[in-house]
C-alpha cells in the first residue's frame, strides 16, 4: 500500500486491500511546546489542551478520516469505534468508512489489522501487561472474521534491546506459552530480562491464528521520531490509525 503523507510519518509496508489506509504519526512539525514538542497526540501527559486538540485536528484533516480516540488502561477491552466520545478500552474494531481506529503509544506496541478482503479493521494497544492478558487475542475476535484471513501489522515499540523487565513478566508470559521463552535473554543487570515485545506479539497472534504479521523491527527508545516514556518519562504520544476509505 503507498500513498502520500505528511513530513516523515509512516505507512506500514502490508499487503492491505487498496481501500484500506493506515499511518503512523511521529514527533515532528506540531503545536505542542517541549517537553511534548512537537505533534504530541495525547490528552492525558500534561501538554496544554488547545495544542493537543489542534495537532488532532489537523491529523483528522490531512488524512481525511475521523480518529476514534480511546481511553488506554492497559487493558484487554475491545469495543466499536466511536468518534463521539472517548470508551475506556485498549482496542477498537469497526467495519465503517471513514472511521480510523486510533491507538497513542509511545512505547508500547501498537497493533493494527485488517482482512484479506478489507471489510473490518481494528487497532490495539499492547503493552506486555495488555499482550499477556489477552488484548490481540480479544481484537481479533472482536473483528469477526477468520484467523486465517487476519492481516496484522507490528507498529514502533520498544525494541528488544532496551525493554528490559523483571522475571516476573517472563515467568507471566511462558505459563500461557512455552515458546515465549524464545523473546527473552538474560540482562547484564541480576534477576532482569530483555524481552522481545514483536516476539511476544507473533507468538499470540500464531497461536489464535494468524499468520499474516508484518512490520515489527523499529525501537522508540532509541529512534528520535518518535515518542519514548522510558526514554522521557514526561513526554507525548504518537498515533497509529487504520481505516476503510469507501
Not at 36 to 62: C, I, K, T
Not at 172 to 183: D, N
Request: aromatic share 8%; hydrophobic share 45%.
Amino acid at each position: 500500500m503507498a500513498e502520500s503523507v505528511p513530513f516523515d510519518w509512516l505507512v506500514p509496508d502490508w499487503p492491505a486491500p487498496a481501500h484500506i489506509r493506515a499511518c503512523v504519526t511521529t514527533c515532528s512539525y506540531g503545536e505542542s511546546s517541549a517537553p511534548f514538542a512537537a505533534f504530541n497526540l495525547g490528552e492525558h501527559v500534561g501538554d496544554a489542551p488547545q495544542q493537543v486538540q489542534a495537532n488532532r485536528q489537523y491529523l483528522a484533516d490531512v488524512l481525511n478520516c475521523q480518529p476514534t480516540w480511546l481511553n488506554q488502561v492497559h487493558g484487554v477491552g475491545v469495543v466499536a469505534a466511536d468518534a463521539t466520545q472517548t470508551l475506556t478500552a485498549d482496542a477498537s474494531v469497526t467495519r465503517s468508512s471513514g472511521l480510523a481506529c486510533c491507538i497513542m503509544s509511545a512505547d508500547c506496541l501498537p497493533v493494527l489489522f485488517t482482512d484479506q478482503a478489507g471489510t473490518c479493521i481494528a487497532a490495539a494497544h499492547a503493552g506486555w501487561r495488555s499482550l499477556v492478558a489477552g488484548v490481540l487475542e480479544h481484537t481479533v475476535q472482536q473483528m469477526q472474521v477468520a484467523p486465517e484471513r487476519v492481516l496484522a501489522w507490528l507498529g514502533p515499540a520498544i525494541g528488544p534491546a532496551a525493554f528490559e523487565v523483571g522475571a516476573e513478566v517472563r515467568a507471566a508470559f511462558l505459563a500461557q506459552h512455552p515458546l515465549a521463552e524464545v523473546a527473552f535473554v538474560p540482562s547484564h543487570n541480576p534477576q532482569r530480562w530483555l524481552a522481545d515485545i514483536y516476539q511476544l506479539a507473533r507468538i499470540r497472534l500464531n497461536a489464535c491464528g494468524v499468520t499474516a504479521i508484518y512490520g515489527g523491527g523499529l525501537c522508540t527508545v532509541t529512534d528520535p521520531r518518535f515518542y519514548s516514556y522510558r526514554r522521557n518519562a514526561v513526554t507525548g504520544r504518537f498515533a497509529s490509525l487504520v481505516w476503510i476509505t469507501r
